[in-house]
Every structure is written in C-alpha cells, then in structure tokens.
C-alpha cells in the first residue's frame, strides 16, 4: 500500500487559487496512476482529475481549463493547481493511487483529504 498525505487546502475568495500536493510513500509511485477527487456531506464523490503514469491527464468537465495535474516523479508527488475558483469547488479533496487504470480506485490508497473552501 502507498502511503498519502495532502496538503494546501484553505480558505480563498472566489477567483483565487490553491496549489494541492499530495506526497506519496514508496519507491513504485512513477507506475501509479494518481487521482484528486473531492467529497462534499450529502454527496456521492467525485474524480476531479487523474494522471497517467505516461502523463496523460483527464478531467472532469467542471474544472477543465481552470485545473492543473502533475506529478513530479522524483519527489513522489502529485499535484492540482485550481485556477478561477468557484463556490462550488468547495469540499475535502483527496489523493488517490492505483497500480493501474483497470483497478477500482476504492481497491487503491487513500490520504486522509484536505478541506478547500471558497467563499468571501
């Protein structure tokens, strides 16, 4: 299992920004693919964006253009720039990594979220 931890969350005005990372334990983390997703109460979770081990990148309709995934293979890390933020982007965002695409990203690891909140 790889371990995650997330940080940058907080607190912006709308049309503000957040850079999220998300660090990773282990040595195999370049094989992974890494996903942010983001829960809020009441709803069912959502995949915001996920990153190839090759680079390929997808994204949900409602960040695309205002969203950034990397992942820096060196430092074990991946990372979502959130560009012209939205109320509505408000939620606990989480790191996810799976071995590959075809595993359930349920059956993968989770980090424990990190609360963004965008409001005046």
């Known amino acids: 299992q790889v371990q995650l931890v997330e940080s940058g969350g907080g607190l912006v005005q709308p049309g503000g920004s957040l850079r999220l990372s998300c660090a990773a334990s282990?040595?195999?983390?370049?094989?992974?693919?890494m996903g942010w997703y983001r829960q809020t109460p009441g709803k069912q979770r959502e995949l915001v964006a996920t990153?190839?081990?090759?680079?390929?990148?997808n994204y949900v309709d409602s960040v695309k253009g205002r969203f950034t995934i990397s992942r820096d293979n060196a430092k074990n890390t991946v990372y979502l720039q959130m560009n012209s933020l939205k109320p509505e982007d408000t939620a606990v965002y989480l790191c996810?990594?799976?071995?590959?695409?075809?595993?359930?990203?349920?059956?993968?690891?989770w980090g424990q979220g990190t609360q963004v909140t965008v409001s005046e």
């Open positions: 990153i190839a081990r090759g680079g390929s990148t």
């Open positions: 282990g040595s195999i983390f370049s094989t992974y693919v």
């Open positions: 996810n990594a799976r071995p590959n695409r075809f595993t359930q990203p349920d059956f993968g690891s």
